[in-house]
């Protein structure tokens, strides 16, 4: 696209006196602090390295020029374009964060104090912050016992005309049943935000997630399986005629395709499901987008090795009654295994998972018990949640982390890393078997 000269947001075209897009530049310097730390090291060898690497990229800022666009340009629109491809979406939105993905999602239902959302007891903080934030009052659904995630069978039972929003949540990237979900959502009204955080990839029956719900979100956080320089948020939508008002909800609802007298655009409302919207700002940087390219480049191998080490644990644990394997799914339901959930039965096991915790911690094998009934924290006592009545609903949730589970890492590992967790929890379960 050819720019005018007197276009300000860009420093392109025959001037006089031009405006640089870019604030300050980085230079060789700027550059060798990043390298330093996207290839970090210490001693005698890395630091005769880093000079010679130095020298090279001093000799090449000689003759190269800074990018003049360090935001949503074309390294955006070329990651949101592979998003699209991979996902089988249509004009996916690359945000800064899967929270911010959330609040456009939220703010396009129109969410007011005292509507209600509905989540799973069991998942992370910021499921239900936004709903906490604008005054909406959250309902917990209870998990299934098998896979932790959203019981569709308590959704209904939970759902009023205060009903506005259910967020379902692919627990460790164990897809939810969505159907019966989205059947209650049509029958009700309601709009379904899928929080697909740990799900990047993820199937349920023949489809992908990011193309059941109304919305779905995805981290690109730093401990997801993919990841966009530590950051980073994928916002999908199946509500066709709010696609092409998702650039701009993402920054505040300038329309560059029109403009106002004397001015060079337009700032719009976004239209919600029940009325306009103003817009925040999400937007993701050039280097966000160069790095998500790069990851999706070789994201089928990452879900691969995933599945591998998920598949040697299940094979390992097989032999011992009391530890319920990780649900593997099937041809036409693929979990993307973001983490390894490892479950006991308590009575079998001589015990329950906190000791089983306890023991791999002292074995110096990392489990990860992050994700707990939302109502324990001390944010919605003082709102004014009752904890204990919210408790009595949830009794799966309240048992099942209590007493039977935690997550286990599946990337990373080397084959002796992996065969001692597998050795450690076998261990750690036998021990308990015989009262020690």
């Known amino acids: 696209m050819v720019k005018k000269a007197s276009d300000f947001r860009y420093n392109t075209g025959e001037t006089r006196v031009p405006w640089a897009a870019v604030g300050e530049n980085y230079n060789a310097q700027d550059l060798m602090a990043v390298i330093r730390f996207l290839a970090q090291g210490h001693g005698e060898d890395y630091e005769q390295a880093i000079s010679k690497v130095n020298e090279e990229v001093v000799k090449l800022t000689q003759f190269s020029t800074p990018p003049g666009k360090l935001s949503l340009g074309t390294q955006v629109e070329k990651a949101e374009e592979m998003v699209d491809q991979y996902l089988e979406t249509n004009g996916s939105l690359f945000v800064t964060n899967c929270t911010a993905g959330f609040e456009i999602a939220f703010k396009y239902a129109n969410l007011q104090p005292g509507d209600e959302v509905i989540v799973p007891a069991i998942t992370f903080i910021a499921t239900m912050a936004y709903p906490l934030q604008v005054g909406a009052k959250v309902v917990f659904a209870d998990v299934d016992p098998r896979t932790l995630n959203m019981d569709p069978a308590d959704v209904a039972r939970k759902i009023t005309p205060k009903t506005k929003v259910i967020v379902p949540v692919h627990l460790g990237g164990y897809p939810v049943d969505m159907d019966p979900i989205m059947e209650l959502a049509k029958k009700h009204d309601i709009l379904v935000l899928e929080d697909a955080a740990h799900a990047f990839g993820a199937v349920y029956k023949g489809r992908k997630i990011g193309t059941i719900a109304d919305f779905t979100a995805f981290s690109l956080h730093e401990v997801k399986n993919i990841t966009s320089f530590g950051e980073g948020g994928i916002l999908t939508t199946n509500i066709v005629e709010f696609r092409e008002y998702m650039k701009r909800s993402r920054f505040l609802g300038a329309d560059f395709s029109r ?178």
């Not at 598949?311 to 036409?332: C, H």
């Open 259 to 436: 403009k106002i007298k004397n001015w060079l655009y337009d700032v719009t409302a976004i239209p919600g499901k029940y009325g306009p919207f103003m817009a925040g700002n999400s937007s993701t940087t050039e280097i966000q987008g160069l790095g998500l390219q790069l990851q999706m480049s070789r994201y089928d191998k990452i879900l691969a090795e995933r599945r591998e080490i998920a598949t040697y644990l299940n094979e390992r644990f097989s032999g011992n009654p009391a530890i319920i394997p990780q649900d593997m799914g099937d041809d036409q339901t693929v979990p993307t295994f973001h983490l390894y959930l490892l479950q006991i039965d308590p009575d079998k096991a001589g015990g329950d998972v906190q000791t089983l915790k306890r023991k791999l911690e002292e074995k110096g094998v990392t489990n990860i018990p992050h994700f707990g009934p939302l109502y324990y924290f001390d944010v919605l006592r003082a709102l004014g949640y009752d904890r204990e009545a919210i408790a009595k609903t949830c009794p799966v949730s309240e048992e099942a982390f209590n007493r039977r589970f935690t997550h286990l890492p599946v990337y990373g590992l080397t084959k002796e890393q992996m065969e001692y967790m597998a050795d450690a929890v076998l261990a750690s379960v036998a021990e308990m078997q015989r009262g020690e």
